[in-house]
């Protein structure tokens, strides 16, 4: 039995210039701080611009708590930033900025190191748009870690091939309906959302695939079981790194053996109540998502 803890998530470090302030962010980051919250040992492997937003970047994640020991530093490229537009109902679209630092994330001995230390990888698709960072990411799926794919697919840098390999490796897979609509156009999935789930766990031979339905909650296929859950309605101040977490309450609860029935509602749960606050990555304990749920109810 395997007695590794930790998590690195590798990927964009960024900043999401929203409509009330700039928020450092980028979806492992996102993941990273998440799982922190709930007690994970989990580092962000990624790489800003020898910068201001760099250094804020590195001394705010370092305040957070986060390793930043596996985040380089680039003297030819500046860090990540993201203008962010909401919808009226809170929902992001973004604008994001190239070539930045997050696009050439070395492969260095500590990273490797890293990797082979720990229980999972999560990564995207987003950070493998450049041959650097993708050959990086790519790399690390050598070690034995659980893969977990984070989809977040964002136009234009959608690559059928990247996302056909990532599947491939990959124990574990969030997505979101318009996600598993564009695999189901690719390979002629089903129109069926949860005939193209199996499909897609089929074909890629993926242990678990988690699609999230906005308001609508979200559904997960586990070793040919199905459960779902209809979330909570809440009123959402943005919805910037509700998925993110989602997805660290989603492993927190599967690191920790949890029935694959009490996986769903609480990492609704999570989601919701980050929704509910500005920013991707707010101040909350496991207490306060306890209280969510007893509040909205578990069905």
Known sequence: MSTKTGILCIGEILWDALPSALYLGGAPLNVCYHLNRFGINASIASRVGRDRLGSEAINRIRRKGIPVDQIQEDNDYETGFVCVKLSTSGDPTYNIIEPVAW??????????????????????????????????IQQLWEFDVKKILDMNLRTPFVDKSIIYDSLSVS?????????????????????????????????????????????????????????????????????????????????????NNKKSSELLPFANATGALVAQKDGATPAYSIQDILVELEETGRE
């Not at 990273?111 to 493998?128: I, P």
């Not at 609509?181 to 199996?198: I, M």
């Not at 296929?221 to 989602?246: L, T």
């Open 171 to 255: 124990d574990i897979v969030k997505m979101n309906e318009d996600e598993l609509n564009q695999l189901s156009d690719w390979y002629g999935f089903s129109a069926d959302t949860p005939k193209a789930v199996e499909q897609v766990a089929r074909k890629f031979d993926c242990r678990l695939v988690c699609v999230t339905r906005g308001a609508d909650g979200a559904m997960l296929y586990r070793e040919g079981e199905w459960y779902e859950h209809k979330g909570f309605p809440v009123k959402a101040k943005d919805a910037v790194g509700a998925g993110d977490a989602f997805l660290a309450a989603l492993l927190h609860g599967i690191k």
């Open 103 to 136: 696009d050439y994330i070395r492969l260095t001995q500590s990273l490797k190191n890293k990797a082979q230390q720990c229980w999972g990888l999560v990564f995207g698709s987003l950070a493998q748009r450049n041959d650097v960072s993708r050959h990086t």
